[in-house]
């Protein structure tokens, strides 16, 4: 059963940058898809950006495509989400997830991610 944790969520100013981290134990990031997802309040947890098991591929949302990019250190066993030229609506929980298996494609559901974190607290003032 893999443990994930997030950290790195704070209070920025609209404009900033930051950069999340999300390790795990007893779970591998290489081995299978590892996404990002948020949740601002009283909003349904929507996704964020995933990366492929080899880092062949990455996706995104379309409202933070060209700002958030996501990368992951295996030596480190850690998934990164650097976010740049921050706004208020980032505002919002932000938690890591990871598949169980390897698959192939692009997963966008919370349903297809089997390890979650607690999340991180990201609020973007204006």
């Known amino acids: 059963q893999g443990l994930l944790e997030e950290s790195g969520g704070t209070l920025v100013q609209t404009g900033d940058s930051l950069r999340l981290s999300c390790a795990a134990s007893g779970h591998t990031f290489s081995s299978s898809a590892t996404a990002w997802f948020r949740q601002a309040p009283g909003a349904e947890r929507e996704f964020v950006a995933g990366v492929s098991w080899n880092m062949g591929i990455t996706w995104y949302a379309d409202s933070v495509e060209a700002r958030f990019t996501i990368s992951r250190d295996d030596a480190k066993n850690t998934v990164y989400l650097q976010m740049n030229n921050l706004k208020p609506e980032d505002t919002a929980v932000y938690y890591c997830?990871?598949?169980?298996?390897?698959?192939?494609?692009?997963?966008?559901?919370?349903?297809?991610?089997?390890?979650w974190g607690q999340g991180t607290q990201v609020t973007v003032s204006s």
């Open positions: 997830g990871a598949q169980s298996r390897k698959t192939w494609g692009a997963p966008r559901r919370m349903g297809d991610y089997d390890y």
